[in-house]
């Protein structure tokens, strides 16, 4: 009986660590296109995934705040190789990505 309740506890934290097992959370680059597969996303090398599109986003007004770097090859499905990227003056989980004179926010990409 010891036996059947550890390998069911063992289960029990694999499945519930298993991607896509739980429906919130942040989202990888392929389940944000799974979801969309025309998703203007930027994915930052520390694999944070971010949006573009929110409309509830463009009433925050945000303000840029520090450059995080540069989109590189691969990082973007829309935005250009060398456009800047910055956080935000406040606390936010958006990005805002700037190029040929366009500011474009993003939000970090999660499940519901």
Same mark, same amino acid.
């Given at each position: 009986m010891k036996c059947f309740t550890l390998c069911f506890a063992f289960l029990f934290i694999v499945a519930g660590c298993y991607p896509g097992a739980n429906e919130g959370g942040l989202l990888s680059?392929?389940?944000?296109?799974? $979801? &969309?597969? *025309? !998703? *203007?996303?930027? =994915? $930052? =090398? &520390?694999? =944070?995934?971010?949006?573009?599109? !929110? =409309?509830?986003?463009k009433e925050k007004g945000y303000q840029k705040g520090e450059r995080l770097g540069k989109v590189k090859k691969g990082m973007a499905t829309k935005s250009p190789v060398g456009a800047d990227i910055y956080t935000t003056e406040e606390k936010s989980p958006v990005i805002i990505v700037e190029y040929n004179g366009l500011s474009k926010m993003y939000v970090i990409a999660m499940g519901e």
């Open positions: 680059r392929s389940q944000v296109l799974k $979801l &969309n597969p *025309d !998703a *203007d996303l930027i =994915e $930052l =090398e &520390n694999d =944070e995934v971010y949006t573009h599109g !929110a =409309e509830w986003v």
